[in-house]
């Protein structure tokens, strides 16, 4: 593996003044190339939808100028106004100094290949469990979609509100105990236009939802142990440690679900819940458990499925 140079034996430009490096980066392709060095020279952790100093580059270039993905790639050689060439200079002088994760200072992230607004209210999008909403769920829905869906625990509310996007018959309810992450939620009901079919609620797990029941109930809970909490990039620690922690084995919400799903769910109901990393700790927990694992075709672990029926049948297990 190749070590990023340290201080001493590095040459970053991040210290330039502005006037400096505009005079001489006119191009997308400088602006590429320029910040994708100084990203590698910084050593920066790539964990927020970019899986290295490249990735993070483009990212930040496209994202400052406002331009997709799927850009011609002619744009590369056409030369930025000063403004634009300014707006990436301190997005990427941010980026390095305070290694805030890149959605964050752009202020959108990418989930399903929908854009959704964040901040640091609410993590930043990055579920494995964005294949199955692009997929319709159908693995488990094979003749017709779920008729109500429950994202629990939402934060920014993009699986839930993808979901709707994806399958335009559905009803959706986003639930949160953080007020402030339920605020980005609405905002991005509001951007995405599916307030007719997309709710946001106030619950504690499934406090908030009395009576209530779902045909799908999907959650990216807080799952990260004590161990890894203590551990993690610094780029993380700018995330909300509510949606992160969640005690010494990352179970207590999870432990939670489990014991109440079944009285949220219909009866031919399934729960899908992402607990990352730990997944050896609900192994551990839940030795009889019959748990599907789930595979992604473009990367992800630990998520895990559970039909009503198999909620009833193990229910001793999880009290």
Same mark, same amino acid.
């Given at each position: 593996m190749t070590t990023p140079l340290n201080?001493?034996?590095?040459?970053?430009? /991040?210290?330039?003044?502005?006037?400096?490096? +505009?005079?001489?980066?006119?191009?997308?392709?400088?602006?590429?190339?320029?910040?994708?060095?100084?990203?590698?020279?910084?050593?920066?952790?790539?964990?927020?939808?970019?899986?290295?100093?490249?990735? #993070?580059?483009?990212?930040?270039?496209?994202?400052?100028?406002?331009?997709?993905?799927?850009?011609?790639?002619?744009?590369?050689?056409?030369?930025?106004?000063?403004? #634009?060439?300014?707006?990436?200079?301190?997005?990427?002088?941010?980026?390095? +100094?305070?290694?805030?994760?890149?959605?964050?200072?752009?202020?959108?992230?990418?989930?399903?290949?929908?854009?959704?607004?964040?901040? #640091?209210?609410?993590?930043?999008?990055?579920?494995? +469990?964005?294949? /199955?909403?692009?997929?319709?769920?159908?693995?488990?829905?094979p003749e017709e979609p779920p008729a109500s869906v429950l994202d629990l625990c939402t934060g920014s509310g993009c699986i839930g509100i993808a979901t709707g996007l994806y399958l335009p018959t559905c009803e959706v309810t986003l639930a949160d105990i953080s007020q402030d992450a339920l605020a980005v939620a609405r905002e991005n009901i509001t951007r995405h236009d599916v307030g007719d079919r997309v709710r946001a609620v106030a619950s504690d797990v499934f406090d908030g939802l009395e009576g209530q029941r779902f045909d799908l109930i999907v959650s990216n809970p807080p799952y990260v142990d004590a161990r890894d909490l203590a551990t993690m990039p610094a780029e993380f620690r700018h995330e909300p440690a509510l949606a992160l922690g969640a005690g010494k084995d990352g179970l207590d919400i999870v432990r939670r679900i489990l014991r109440e799903a079944r009285s949220h769910l219909s009866d031919s109901g399934w729960l899908i819940v992402e607990v990352g990393n730990s997944d050896r700790h609900v192994e551990a927990a839940f030795p009889d458990v019959p748990f599907m694992w789930l595979d992604f075709e473009r990367g992800g672990q630990g998520v895990f499925a559970l039909s009503a029926a198999e909620l009833d049948a193990y229910a001793a297990s999880f009290v």
């Open positions: 201080a001493e034996t590095s040459h970053s430009t /991040l210290s330039l003044p502005d006037t400096a490096l +505009i005079s001489d980066l006119f191009t997308l392709r400088d602006y590429l190339r320029w910040v994708s060095s100084e990203f590698y020279l910084a050593g920066l952790h790539y964990g927020h939808g970019t899986e290295s100093a490249w990735d #993070e580059a483009v990212a930040l270039c496209l994202g400052a100028l406002h331009l997709p993905w799927n850009v011609d790639p002619s744009v590369l050689e056409a030369r930025l106004l000063p403004v #634009e060439r300014q707006r990436i200079i301190a997005l990427a002088r941010e980026r390095v +100094i305070s290694r805030q994760p890149l959605p964050y200072l752009l202020g959108e992230a990418f989930f399903a290949g929908h854009p959704f607004n964040v901040d #640091e209210r609410v993590l930043i999008p990055r579920s494995p +469990i964005a294949e /199955l909403i692009e997929d319709g769920f159908s693995a488990w829905f």
